[in-house]
C-alpha cells in the first residue's frame, strides 16, 4: 500500500467535489498537487500543498481555500486531524485504524511490496562499467559497476524492461598495445629475457597469465610468424581473455550483463560507423570544415586542419565534433554516433550512461548525437560517478603490488566482500565523492551501515527462529499473521516502523524517477534503525519485547510486524544487490 498514492486520491476527491460545487472552477489543473510527507514529523503524516497551486486560478486566498479543503478532508476515512499550517499547508495526521492495513499490505505483497508499473514497460538501455579490455578492473571501474547495475535492478523493479549493456573497445591502438604488450611477456614465459618493458607499452605483470594461456595453446609458434600475422591473432585472444576475467570479476560482485557490445562490429566497409556518418552528411550534419583554435593555452598536438565534423552545436553542444580526422582515420566519437544509432534501431527510447566524472564533457554530445539522430524521439541520460578514494584505518591505501598502479576489483573483492562494496558504493550520491575505509566498512558497529542494516534483517530471522522454538510459534506461519490482530500495534515505536514500511513505495518510486538509487540504500538504514531502537525498548520494557510468553495476540502482531520489516528489507537489499543474511557471522 502506497499511503501517500492513497490520500492523493483522497485529496483528488475532495477537489472534484469542490469543482462540482463550484467553489473551484472547472478544468481546475491538479498535476501540481503534492501529497508527500512532511519535512518535521510533528506536522503529522501527511502533507499537501493543494491551497496553494489552486487559490490563484480559484480567485481565492490560499488560507481561506486551505480551510475548506480541510473541511472536507476531515470528514475522509483513515484522517484523524488536519491542521493548517504556514501560508496554506494542509497536514493530516492519519487514523490509528489505517496503520494495521499498511503491514497486512507489505505481508501479503511480500517480495512484490513497492513494485509498480510506473515504468510501463519502457525499455531503457543502461551502459555501465564499459572499461577497456587492456587490463583488469579496478577500483575506478567498481562505483560505476555497482551504481550502474542497482539503477537497472531499481528501473526493472518499476516496470521498465531494462537492458543491462557493456560496450568495450576492441579496436583502435590501444588494443594494439595491449597485443604487442602481451606478445613481450608471451616471449618472456618461454624464456627469453626481455629486459626493461619498453615505454608505451603496459609494464604491469597482470598480462603473464594471457602470454601463459597464448604459450599453453600455441607454444613457441608465434614467435617465427611475421607481426602481421602475430598481431590480429594475439590481439583477438587476449581481448577474449581480457573479457573473461572482467566477466568473472562482475559476477563475483553480483554483476550480469545481457550485452556486451564490441566497438569493432561498427566498423568495416558498410557498417554503422561509414553508414551513419553517410546519413547524417545526407541531412547536412556531416561536412568538412575546420574547429576553432580551443581557449587557453593550445595543446603540443592541436593543428589547423581541415576535417570531418559533426554539428554538434545546431543540438546544444558547445563546439562541434571531430568524426574523421585530417589524416582519414575515425574518431571515437565517430563510434560513439554510431553506437547511438545501434541503440536506436533496437528501439530504446531511453539510454543511460553510466560514465566517470572525467567523462564531463560526453554529456553535452551524446545528448547532440541523440536529438540529431531521433529528432528528439529517444533521450540520453548520462550519470557521472565521482572517484573513490581508498583508506585502511585512515591512511590512504597503497597502490596494488600485482596491479602496478592501481588496486584491483577482485582484490577489494577478496578483502571485504561484494556485500560490503555493493551497499557502501551506494551510501553516498553518485556525483560526490565517496572515502572507503577498509576498517570501517568492516566495523560491526552502527556507524557502518551495511552491518546495520544486515543485522536488521538477521535479528528478525533469528526473532522467527525462536518464536518458531517457543510457544508463541503456533502463530508465527504467515497466513496466521497476515490475519492477526494487528491493531494491537500501538505502541509508538511500532507505529514509527509502521510508517517506514508506508514510506518504501514512495521512496523506490522517487528514487527511480531521479535516478538515485542511493534514496534505497538511506531508507534501508532509517528502517533498520527504527526496527532496532524497538528492539532495545523491548530490553528495558519487557512488555514490548517481539516475543512475550504472556501475551500470544501481541506476539503474533509484533512477528507479523517484523515479517513485513523483512520483507521490506529483502526488497530494498535486493535493489542494491546485496544478500539479505538470516544470521551475522
Known amino acids: ?37 512532511p519535512r518535521e514529523a510533528a506536522h503529522g503524516d501527511v502533507t499537501t500543498n493543494a491551497a496553494m497551486v489552486l487559490a490563484k486560478p480559484a480567485g481565492q486566498r490560499p488560507r481561506d ?12 476515512d483513515g484522517v484523524a486531524a488536519v491542521e493548517i499550517a504556514g501560508p496554506g499547508f494542509i497536514n493530516l ?70 537492458v543491462r549493456e557493456y560496450y568495450f573497445n ?67 585472444e587476449a581481448i577474449e581473455f581480457m573479457m573473461a576475467v572482467i566477466r568473472s570479476d562482475l559476477e563475483a560482485i553480483n554483476i550480469k550483463h545481457d550485452v556486451f557490445f564490441s566497438e569493432s562490429s561498427l566498423h568495416g566497409p558498410g557498417g554503422p560507423v561509414e553508414t551513419t556518418l553517410a546519413a547524417l552528411r545526407e541531412r547536412g550534419l556531416v561536412f568538412e570544415g575546420r574547429l576553432p583554435p580551443p581557449k587557453g593555452q593550445l595543446p603540443e598536438d592541436w593543428e589547423d586542419l581541415e576535417q570531418t565534423l559533426f554539428r554538434a552545436t545546431e543540438f546544444g553542444d558547445d563546439v562541434d565534433r571531430t568524426v574523421i580526422k ?51 524521439d529517444a533521450e540520453v541520460i548520462v550519470l557521472l560517478c565521482q572517484l573513490v578514494k581508498l583508506f585502511r584505518g585512515g591512511e590512504p591505501v597503497r597502490m596494488s603490488k600485482r596491479a602496478g598502479e592501481f588496486v584491483t576489483l577482485r582484490e577489494l573483492i577478496d578483502e571485504v566482500g561484494p556485500d560490503v562494496i555493493r551497499f ?68 509508538d515505536g511500532e507505529i514509527a516502523i509502521i510508517k517506514r514500511i508506508a514510506e518504501f513505495p514512495r521512496v523506490v518510486q522517487g528514487a527511480a524517477a531521479a535516478h538515485e538509487p542511493h534514496r534505497i540504500a538511506f531508507y534501508m538504514y532509517e528502517l533498520a534503525s527504527a526496527l532496532h531502537a524497538q528492539w532495545n525498548r523491548g530490553k528495558e520494557l519487557p512488555h514490548l519485547r517481539f516475543i512475550d510468553e504472556k501475551n500470544p495476540d501481541a506476539t503474533a502482531a509484533r512477528l507479523a510486524l517484523c515479517r513485513a520489516v523483512r520483507y521490506v528489507l529483502s526488497n530494498g537489499l535486493g535493489i542494491l544487490g546485496v544478500v539479505p543474511v538470516q544470521e551475522m557471522r
Open 65 to 76: 481555500l486551505a480551510e475548506t479543503i480541510a473541511d472536507l478532508l476531515r470528514r475522509s
Open 170 to 236: 576492441d579496436a583502435g591502438g590501444q588494443v594494439d598495445v595491449l597485443a604487442r604488450s602481451v606478445f613481450l611477456r608471451y616471449r618472456e614465459v618461454l624464456g627469453e629475457d626481455i629486459g626493461e618493458i619498453p615505454s608505451g607499452l603496459y609494464p604491469a605483470p597482470y598480462l603473464i597469465p594471457v602470454a601463459r594461456h597464448l604459450a599453453d595453446m600455441h607454444g613457441a609458434d608465434l614467435c617465427d610468424m611475421p607481426e602481421d600475422e602475430w598481431l590480429p591473432l594475439i590481439r583477438r
Open 326 to 376: 585530417s589524416d582519414g582515420a575515425y574518431t571515437y566519437f565517430a563510434a560513439d554516433v554510431a553506437y547511438f544509432q545501434t541503440k536506436y534501431d533496437r528501439n530504446f527510447k531511453q539510454m543511460i550512461y553510466v560514465l566517470g566524472a572525467d567523462h564531463g564533457g560526453y554529456v553535452k554530445r551524446l545528448q547532440a548525437v541523440a536529438k540529431a539522430i531521433s529528432g528528439g
Open 1 to 37: 500500500m502506497d499511503i501517500f498514492e492513497h490520500f492523493r486520491t483522497t485529496v483528488s476527491s475532495v477537489i472534484e467535489q469542490l469543482v462540482t460545487a463550484g467553489t473551484l472552477p472547472e478544468g481546475t489543473d491538479m498535476s501540481r498537487i503534492a501529497v508527500e510527507p
Open 424 to 491: 557502501i558504493m551506494l551510501f553516498r550520491k553518485n556525483d560526490a565523492p565517496l572515502d572507503f575505509d577498509f576498517e570501517k566498512v568492516t566495523e560491526q558497529t552502527r556507524e557502518n551501515p551495511v552491518f546495520y542494516v544486515q543485522y536488521a534483517h538477521a535479528r528478525i530471522c533469528s526473532v522467527m527462529r525462536n518464536a518458531a522454538r517457543s510457544a508463541s510459534g503456533d502463530g508465527s506461519g504467515h497466513l496466521a499473521l497476515t490475519n492477526c490482530h494487528l491493531n494491537l500495534l500501538q505502541d
Open 93 to 162: 495526521q492519519i487514523d490509528a485504524s489505517f496503520w494495521p492495513d499498511v503491514v497486512r499490505a507489505a505481508l501479503e505483497q511480500g517480495e512484490r511490496y513497492g513494485r509498480s508499473d510506473i515504468g510501463a514497460g519502457v525499455s531503457v538501455n543502461v551502459e555501465y562499467v564499459s572499461a577497456n579490455p587492456t587490463g583488469p578492473l579496478h577500483v575506478g571501474h567498481c562505483r560505476g559497476a555497482v551504481f550502474g547495475d542497482a539503477l537497472a535492478n531499481l528501473l526493472a523493479f518499476v516496470g521498465h524492461d531494462v
